[in-house]
């Protein structure tokens, strides 16, 4: 008789709640059950695990709902325990509720009963064969990808905030310097105002600089006699601060990127180099593209993996009402992000998008949403390279005329 196990887990910050269900495949009637809560550390690990042995089943069916960093653990030590009749699953919240309010219209809520109501939801039959695929040990990389914008958002703000005091300081100086070359941070931390800057020997400040730099330091000094700024030694302070956090943060991205690309190189080798194949394609895409989406072949097909990015079409219609075709948006909005610099890299190195961009900007479209219909066509383009172990295929260069 072949018997299927279901776990639901409730996770807590301290404490985890397992739901265990012991089903007859063919009949679906429940065998055994048990809830039990343990404790969030290794000994609480070791009882759940002594708990799981004295059930027997032929498969384990595990679920448990996103909560970030508190189930992000014990997924870990699922994927990475000796059971190799296991599949986990994240679930949505929302799904788990829809289907509790389905089940009884009660407001009960406890951790028990939310494990209970998450293995019940892993019993029905036509949720299994619907379920997300099973969850597999790459966030780690995802996180990693994570930490990149974060520091990118620091750095913008300081920038501002840097481009605030300067216009009490020396507001010419963003006006003669619109993109704010390296080398002036590195001046400014010496010398942060256009008083400073004009009483300073031109030798000091050619000792800052390195040797190739685009500063023209003599005009420079003749803007700083004319500035309207102010000499104000607290702001002036404040922005030397500004300029070494400013430097703390580029050097923290410059590794945060380091790695994330070493890392995805090493995790996946065969779409690394079909990615970097691929002409505007370089390595932060296709580092960052690979830690979000993780391998591409645990995707069924193309519409999945689209799906997985929120890119896919959703439709409300009811009788002679139709709604708007609109993206779902679900998913990391940050690989999103990527699939559309993806796009804007891919319509300008490769004729395909090029082509595909100019007859949608042609039929009217606004420019954000070709590259929005771009970003999808570029994901399909995308999953069949390491499944198939296929390179790029580029459009024939047009016969001269």
């Excluded at 559309?340 to 420019?367: D, M």
Aim: net charge positive; glycine share 4%; proline share 8%.
């Amino acid at each position: 008789m072949r018997r299927q196990g279901f776990i639901g887990l409730d996770v807590a910050k301290d404490t985890f709640t397992a739901a265990f269900l012991v089903v007859d495949a063919l009949s679906g009637v429940i065998q055994q059950s048990h809830v039990a809560t343990f404790s969030y550390d290794r000994p609480g690990w070791q009882r759940f695990l002594a708990t799981w042995d004295t059930f027997q089943a032929d498969f384990w069916w595990v679920g448990l709902e996103a909560s970030g960093p508190y189930s992000a653990l014990l997924e870990a030590h699922l994927l990475r325990g000796p059971r190799p009749h296991l599949s986990l699953h994240r679930l949505s919240p929302l799904q788990v509720r829809d289907f509790a309010r389905a089940r009884s219209r009660r407001r009960t809520k406890t951790d028990r009963l939310d494990a209970y109501t998450i293995a019940l939801f892993l019993r029905q039959p036509l949720t299994v064969q619907a379920l997300p695929a099973p969850l597999q040990d790459h966030t780690p990389l995802r996180a990693l990808a994570h930490l990149d914008p974060h520091r990118a958002q620091e750095r913008t703000r300081t920038q501002n905030q840097v481009r605030q005091l300067l216009h009490f300081l020396f507001p010419e100086l963003e006006r003669a310097y619109p993109r704010f070359p390296k080398a002036l941070p590195a001046l400014l931390r010496h010398f942060p105002s256009a008083h400073a800057i004009a009483q300073a020997p031109l030798p000091d400040l050619q000792a800052l600089l390195p040797s190739r730099h685009t500063l023209n330091l003599e005009a420079l000094q003749a803007l700083a006699r004319a500035s309207f700024g102010l000499h104000d030694p607290i702001r002036a302070q404040t922005l030397q601060l500004l300029l070494e956090r400013w430097a703390f943060l580029e050097t923290l991205r410059a590794r945060c990127l380091a790695a994330l690309q070493q890392a995805a190189r090493a995790h996946h080798p065969q779409a690394w180099r079909l990615l970097r194949a691929i002409p505007g394609i370089g390595p932060r895409l296709a580092a960052r593209f690979l830690a979000l989406t993780g391998p591409l072949d645990r995707f069924p097909d193309r519409k999945a993996l689209i799906a997985y990015a929120g890119l896919d079409i959703t439709l409300h219609q009811s009788g002679r009402l139709a709604g708007r075709c609109r993206l779902s948006k679900r998913g990391d909005p940050l690989l999103r992000h990527v699939l559309y610099l993806i796009a804007t890299a891919l319509k300008r190195y490769t004729r395909r998008f090029a082509q595909a961009f100019a007859y949608y900007r042609h039929q009217g479209r606004a420019v954000r949403e070709t590259l929005v219909i771009l970003s999808r066509k570029a994901l399909g383009m995308l999953d069949p390279l390491p499944r198939h172990q296929a390179p790029f295929q580029a459009l024939p260069q047009p016969a001269p005329v």
